[in-house]
């Protein structure tokens, strides 16, 4: 339910929309395209990291997302990029290894195994730095 406050608001104002309308030639091209980056965002669930045990994976850290679970605690998700498709996940471990991690900043993250606490199997990785980050440009 929407309020007052959180209205939504068309745009451009007025709700005019202009289309642009793609030639014939870019029709063509779009039939014959290949396919190139994932840009749907997947979870990357304890299950696939512990599949993939002493398997490093390189990727780019793109931040922390505050959730709440069902219960109204809050939570982080941790964004990542592996230059082929974008994940998320939330494993305690490894939110709380990525939590002073620069924005852009490329990581291998590896999955070591994991431990039970509770009844549960937590996860435990590894966590290390590379030489790269994409909002600081080439270097």
């Given at each position: 339910?929407?309020?007052?406050e959180n209205k939504a608001e068309l745009h451009p104002k007025n709700g005019e929309i202009t289309f642009?309308?793609?030639?014939?030639?870019a029709l063509g091209a779009l039939k014959k395209a290949e396919k190139g980056r994932q840009l749907t965002v997947s979870y990357k669930k304890k299950e696939e990291w512990l599949a993939e045990v002493d398997k490093p994976v390189k990727c780019f850290f793109l931040g922390l997302k505050e959730a709440t679970d069902?219960?109204?605690e809050t939570y982080f998700i941790a964004k990542l990029h592996d230059g082929e498709k974008a994940f998320v996940c939330a494993q305690t471990v490894l939110v709380q290894s990525l939590m002073s991690t620069e924005l852009g900043q490329g990581v291998e993250i590896t999955c070591t195994g994991s431990t039970k606490t509770n009844g549960n199997e937590i996860p435990l990785f590894d966590v290390v730095e590379l030489n790269v980050n994409i909002?600081?440009?080439d270097e």
């Open positions: 339910m929407q309020t007052e642009m309308m793609p030639s014939t030639n069902a219960k109204g909002t600081k440009g």
